[in-house]
C-alpha cells in the first residue's frame, strides 16, 4: 500500500521551511536555515519525497505553527508525528526528547537514564542525528553534560541549534555552553 505524502512550506526571517506529512501525522521537517528559496524546498521535498502533493491538514498545521514558533511564539505543537520506519529505541528517545520544555536543556546521558538505559548517551546522539523531525522533537535541547553545544546534524550546525536555543531563552556561558536549568 502507497502512503500518500503531502507538504507544507513556511517562511520565517530566517528562511524558508518546509514540512511533509502522511494522513499518519507529520513525518519530516526541514529547517530554515541554508538561505533556501521557497522554490528550492519545494524541489528539495520533490526529491526526497516524490509525488508528496501539496498540504493535507498535518502539513498545513504544523507549518503554521513552526512558523509561529520561528516568530518567537511559545507554541505547543498539536499534530500527530508518523514514526513509521524508527526503531524501538528511536521512539522512546523521542519521546522522552518531547518531553522537554521549552527553553530547558537536557544531556545526552539524562535521556539515556530517562529512558531506562544509563549508559546509551551515544546511543540517544546516533537518535537525535536521525531526528527527521527537528524542532517537533526538539533534539536542539539535548546538550553535553557540561553543557556544550555538540552533535547538531540540521542546515548550520552548532550556530543552528545554539540559535534554536536562543529564541527559546536558554542562556549560555561565556564559553558558549548551555546553562542548565533547575
Not at 526541514?30 to 528559496?37: C, E, K, S
Not at 509561529?68 to 500527530?80: H, I, K, L, N, T
Not at 517537533?136 to 546538550?143: A, D, G, K, S
Request: a positive charge.
Amino acid at each position: 500500500m502507497m502512503c500518500l505524502l503531502n507538504q507544507g512550506i513556511f517562511s520565517t526571517r530566517f528562511g524558508t521551511g518546509g514540512v511533509v506529512a502522511s494522513a499518519q501525522g507529520v513525518t519530516a521537517v526541514m529547517l530554515p536555515f541554508g538561505n533556501r528559496t521557497q522554490q528550492e524546498v519545494i524541489a528539495e521535498i520533490a526529491r526526497r519525497y516524490p509525488g508528496a502533493g501539496s498540504g493535507n491538514l498535518y502539513s498545513a498545521s504544523a507549518a503554521e505553527e513552526l512558523e509561529a514558533y520561528f516568530a518567537g511564539e511559545r507554541v505547543r505543537f498539536s499534530c500527530p508525528l508518523d514514526l513509521a520506519g524508527c526503531t524501538p529505541f528511536q521512539k522512546a528517545v523521542y519521546e522522552r526528547v518531547a518531553g522537554i520544555a521549552y527553553g530547558r536543556v537536557c544531556s545526552y546521558g539524562q535521556v539515556a537514564g530517562f529512558i531506562g538505559r544509563p549508559g546509551a548517551a551515544r546511543g540517544v546522539g546516533s537518535a537525535m542525528a536521525a531526528n527527521r523531525l527537528p524542532v517537533l522533537i526538539p533534539c536542539h535541547r539535548v546538550v553535553a553534560a557540561d553543557g556544550a553545544m555538540v552533535g547538531y546534524s540540521a542546515p548550520g550546525g552548532i550556530a543552528s541549534k545554539m540559535l534554536l536555543l536562543d529564541i527559546e531563552g536558554v542562556q549560555f556561558t561565556s564559553s558558549g555552553r548551555a546553562v542548565f536549568s533547575e
